[in-house]
């Protein structure tokens, strides 16, 4: 079996560590990938700190995975080596069920098979993109636009596809308002995605501190959401709004800012229940719904998207060697707006290239 390397955490809440392991044998319809850069998204931190459910440890973290196919299995018609590709979320699911039979293979109810964190339908570990390579059947491989920075695509893997597939399903763009709460790795992408669709995009962030990027990245508006007055100026203003903050918050007042018959998609994941009143949603028939990633046919349309429209992620790329550094970073807020690891640092503890 191929051997790898990578960063695992040992068990709940451990640091991330150097960890050696072995991915499967590639089969037929596989396609092996050098992983050249991985996204850190906030549910990394969760999973690692068996903060959601019980984990799978020792537990090697990432699903935005951008890198180059190194080798294909003699079935593969969809890749070639040398291709740009990327891999999202999920790496399997049964394939039978009604959800996989219309192309929502991401509510998978029989057998969704996570990056990582997660067993095979063989019963064996998954293991993600914090390492240096990865064996994915080939109906679960994104390609990559080849005017795409990978190192800037990576966090559309996930960070992208989890705005657009909302923006998307509630039929964002011109003529209706949308907002995005919080301006984070997830909000930043639904800014420049909301805006590229066409859709007038107002931003409601806790300050103002960071206006100026909020209307660099697309934002027609921006508010702070600490101070009572853009509640009073702004109610009833929203068709879509989109919600990526994981902090628990009000989201009885947020649904003041829904228009008639809008809609506040949660895509972000509070650690605790956040209570709704009825009367939140009867005022006005309005809709408290969620959303989670996309299909891979969705996700494909994403990333062509993005390619037509030269949209990716602004990350800070860094060497493995700091993520337990850029974890503490990521709780802070402290970033703009997407960790990304070079995974090139690996080999020898060198420093990421700026």
């Given at each position: 079996m191929p051997h790898a390397s990578g960063y695992a955490a040992a068990t709940p809440k451990a640091p991330l560590a150097p960890f050696d392991f072995e991915r499967r044998e590639p089969g037929d319809r596989d396609v092996q990938i050098e992983i050249k850069f991985c996204g850190i998204c906030h549910s990394d931190i969760h999973q690692v700190r068996d903060e959601w459910f019980q984990?799978?440890?020792?537990?090697?973290?990432?699903?935005?995975?951008?890198?180059?196919?190194?080798?294909?299995?003699?079935?593969?018609?969809?890749?070639?080596?040398?291709?740009?590709?990327?891999?999202?979320?999920?790496?399997?699911?049964?394939?039978?069920?009604?959800e996989c039979k219309q192309g929502e293979e991401q509510f998978c109810?029989?057998?969704?098979?996570?990056?990582?964190?997660?067993?095979?339908k063989e019963g064996q570990p998954t293991y993600g993109g914090y390492s240096d390579h990865i064996v994915v059947d080939q109906d679960y491989v994104l390609r990559i636009?080849?005017?795409?920075?990978?190192?800037?695509?990576?966090?559309?893997?996930?960070a992208g596809i989890t705005l657009w597939s909302p923006l998307k399903h509630w039929q964002a763009g011109p003529g209706k308002k949308v907002a995005v709460i919080g301006l984070g790795g997830l909000g930043h992408m639904g800014v420049k995605l909301a805006h590229a669709l066409g859709a007038e995009v107002t931003v409601l962030s806790q300050s103002l501190k960071k206006q100026d990027d909020g209307k660099r990245l697309g934002a027609?508006?921006?508010?702070?959401?600490?101070?009572?007055?853009?509640?009073?100026?702004?109610?009833?203003?929203?068709?879509?709004?989109?919600?990526?903050?994981?902090?628990?918050?009000?989201?009885?007042?947020?649904?003041?800012?829904?228009?008639?018959?809008?809609?506040?998609?949660?895509?972000?994941?509070?650690?605790?229940?956040?209570?709704?009143?009825?009367?939140?949603?009867?005022?006005?028939?309005?809709?408290?719904?969620?959303?989670?990633?996309?299909?891979?046919?969705?996700?494909?349309?994403?990333?062509?998207?993005?390619?037509?429209?030269?949209?990716?992620?602004?990350?800070?790329?860094?060497?493995?060697?700091?993520?337990?550094?850029?974890?503490?970073?990521?709780?802070?807020?402290?970033?703009?707006?997407r960790f990304v690891i070079d995974l090139a640092t690996l080999k020898g503890g060198e420093k990421?290239?700026?």
């Amino acid at each position: 079996m191929p051997h790898a390397s990578g960063y695992a955490a040992a068990t709940p809440k451990a640091p991330l560590a150097p960890f050696d392991f072995e991915r499967r044998e590639p089969g037929d319809r596989d396609v092996q990938i050098e992983i050249k850069f991985c996204g850190i998204c906030h549910s990394d931190i969760h999973q690692v700190r068996d903060e959601w459910f019980q984990g799978v440890f020792p537990m090697v973290p990432g699903h935005e995975i951008a890198g180059v196919v190194k080798s294909v299995g003699s079935a593969v018609t969809k890749f070639k080596v040398g291709d740009h590709v990327g891999i999202g979320c999920f790496v399997d699911s049964c394939r039978t069920c009604i959800e996989c039979k219309q192309g929502e293979e991401q509510f998978c109810q029989v057998k969704l098979v996570q990056t990582y964190n997660d067993r095979d339908k063989e019963g064996q570990p998954t293991y993600g993109g914090y390492s240096d390579h990865i064996v994915v059947d080939q109906d679960y491989v994104l390609r990559i636009p080849a005017n795409l920075n990978l190192d800037e695509a990576a966090p559309l893997m996930c960070a992208g596809i989890t705005l657009w597939s909302p923006l998307k399903h509630w039929q964002a763009g011109p003529g209706k308002k949308v907002a995005v709460i919080g301006l984070g790795g997830l909000g930043h992408m639904g800014v420049k995605l909301a805006h590229a669709l066409g859709a007038e995009v107002t931003v409601l962030s806790q300050s103002l501190k960071k206006q100026d990027d909020g209307k660099r990245l697309g934002a027609d508006h921006f508010y702070a959401t600490n101070d009572p007055e853009t509640f009073t100026k702004l109610a009833g203003q929203f068709d879509l709004i989109l919600n990526t903050v994981s902090a628990a918050d009000d989201w009885n007042r947020l649904m003041t800012l829904l228009k008639r018959d809008g809609t506040m998609v949660v895509v972000g994941a509070p650690e605790h229940p956040v209570p709704v009143s009825a009367f939140s949603m009867i005022v006005g028939r309005k809709s408290l719904a969620g959303s989670m990633i996309g299909s891979i046919k969705e996700t494909q349309e994403m990333l062509d998207f993005c390619g037509e429209h030269n949209i990716a992620s602004d990350i800070e790329k860094i060497s493995i060697a700091d993520v337990n550094d850029a974890y503490e970073r990521v709780l802070k807020s402290d970033v703009r707006y997407r960790f990304v690891i070079d995974l090139a640092t690996l080999k020898g503890g060198e420093k990421a290239a700026a």
